[in-house]
């Protein structure tokens, strides 16, 4: 880790630091970071001296400036979209009661999760959540009764082609 002192090109001088001391991706600045960001925007800084001096991206920096002219303020807006109704720990709890038994019906399986975990769900998302886990409920494929007479028949014709390729 290189703790020198650097010259910037306008002048100004700083000590260098580790990237590992820089946000991360999904971190979210704080609003005692955002406030010196406006602040040097409003003082006729450029995007890039104030990413300098704060240490925090260009991205970063132009993002909030942008949200600030538009929005008016730098507070985190809430998401958006409706909130999920299913938790991770339901999931699991879903996820682990298929598992046991691949034949419960959604009705089942809503009842199950009402009793053990307290949620009331609907049929319906029980199956949407399955699909999102790659759980799909198919009907087995209808096979046509063989008999032995035609068994017998088939039985060499499936031997000879057993290693077929194309």
Known sequence: M???????????????TNIGERMGRSQELSDSKR?????GHLGNKSIRDISWLLNIPRSTVSGI???????????TQPPSGRPRHMT???QRMLKRTVRRSRQL???????????????????TTVRRELHGMGFHGRAAASKPSITKCNAKRRMPW???????TL
């Open 2 to 16: 290189d703790t020198g002192v650097y010259n910037h090109p306008l002048g100004m001088q700083t000590a260098s």
């Open 35 to 39: 406030g010196p960001v406006i602040g």
């Open 65 to 75: 400036i942008t949200k600030w002219k538009q929005l008016g303020t730098t507070a």
């Open 88 to 90: 991770g720990r339901g």
């Open 105 to 123: 019906s959604a009705e089942s399986i809503a009842k199950d999760l009402q009793t053990w975990c307290g949620l009331q769900m609907s049929p």
């Open 158 to 164: 499936c031997k000879a082609r057993r290693h077929w």
